[in-house]
């Protein structure tokens, strides 16, 4: 633990705070040095000034936190979003910059038909579809802006597909931006707003900051209260840890099996892809649809796909749990 160069100097200045209230109360001071106590008096005051102030600054952050500015909130209408500044929107969002845990569940708005385009950032600007029994669902980089697990079905190639692209096409745009809660603050606060693409008219806005979630059930902050905009967008990620194969049967059902989306899978870098895949290969329904090649590459990358089944084939080592 260290001291900051302000708090050294707020320290020094209550330490001569405290001086100077010592030494006004010496008879000595009060008789003989009538300038040194003016200037010892004024020193007081100013310090007086200054924690009146502070609890004064207090009292404002307190009414303005638990404000209603009543922001304007919809329904949100269209099918494409552009996020300008996906650090600060996460922190609005969530109260913590984007990270693991903290990201813009995205993809999930793009695979439950909610958007039909996302685009991220402006350099580069990152924008995300929906695409089916695609190989390159496995080739994007991880990001430093996350919008949740781009990939619905590893074993289908289905993915909300990620692209660097130079202009932005979405129809609607959320803005963000750091803004200080008062004149004597020291305190900043994040404010989102949405707009149409071409126009500065507010379609919603809501206000947030770190550590200040808008999903804490404690929470009962009034200027983040959660609207039909928010209920729709900003809902957290679901968990995807446990394997479940039973949606993507109804992709199957939708779209069809597809070899290369398959061995695209299997040649992943990452482990949980790999995994899904191979279960997903494994089910009954899917088994009797796997060409002998693409069987062969499943069996060639489960071999080390587990640290307990070093030796693991297809299909003869598919877990009897799968349906």
């Not at 579809?129 to 190639?157: M, T, V, Y």
């Not at 126009?199 to 979630?213: Q, R």
């Not at 009954?284 to 084939?313: Q, Y």
Request: charged share 20%; glycine share 8%; net charge negative.
């Amino acid at each position: 633990m260290y001291l900051t160069n302000e708090a050294a100097l707020l320290f020094l200045w209550y330490l001569t705070l405290a001086i100077s209230g010592a030494l006004i109360l010496v008879p000595y001071f009060w008789r003989r040095a009538k300038p040194l106590v003016w200037i010892l008096g004024l020193n007081l005051a100013a310090g007086a000034v200054h924690i009146i102030s502070i609890q004064f600054g207090e009292v404002r952050e307190s009414v303005f936190l638990n404000a209603n500015p009543e922001h304007p909130d919809i329904v949100f209408p269209g099918k494409s979003l552009h996020i300008v500044a996906p650090g600060i929107f996460s922190i609005a969002s969530f109260g913590c910059h984007a990270s693991y845990g903290c990201e813009f569940a995205g993809a999930e708005r793009i695979f439950d038909g909610t958007l039909d385009v996302l685009e991220i950032g402006t350099d580069p600007i990152l924008r995300y579809e929906l695409a089916i029994h695609e190989p390159d669902c496995f080739n994007a980089p991880r990001r430093k802006w996350g919008i949740g697990d781009r990939i619905l079905s590893a074993g289908l190639g289905i993915c909300a597909l990620e692209r660097e692209v130079e202009n932005v096409q979405s129809a609607y745009v959320f803005h963000s931006e750091y803004r200080r809660i008062s004149g004597d603050s020291g305190r900043s606060y994040v404010h989102a707003w949405l707009t149409p693409r071409h126009s500065d008219e507010v379609l919603a806005a809501f206000d947030g900051w770190h550590t200040n979630s808008l999903y804490e059930e404690s929470s009962s902050n009034s200027r983040r209260g959660p609207g039909p905009l928010i209920s729709a967008l900003l809902r957290p990620a679901e968990d995807q840890s446990n394997y479940d194969p039973r949606p993507e049967f109804a992709l199957l059902d939708r779209h069809g099996f597809n070899d290369a989306a398959m061995q695209a899978a299997m040649g992943s870098e990452r482990q949980m892809v790999r995994s899904h895949a191979f279960w997903f290969a494994c089910t009954t329904r899917v088994r009797p649809l796997v060409s002998d090649k693409t069987a062969a590459i499943i069996s060639n990358a489960a071999s080390g796909l587990f640290e307990n089944r070093p030796d693991l084939t297809y299909p003869a080592g598919c877990p009897n749990w799968l349906p």
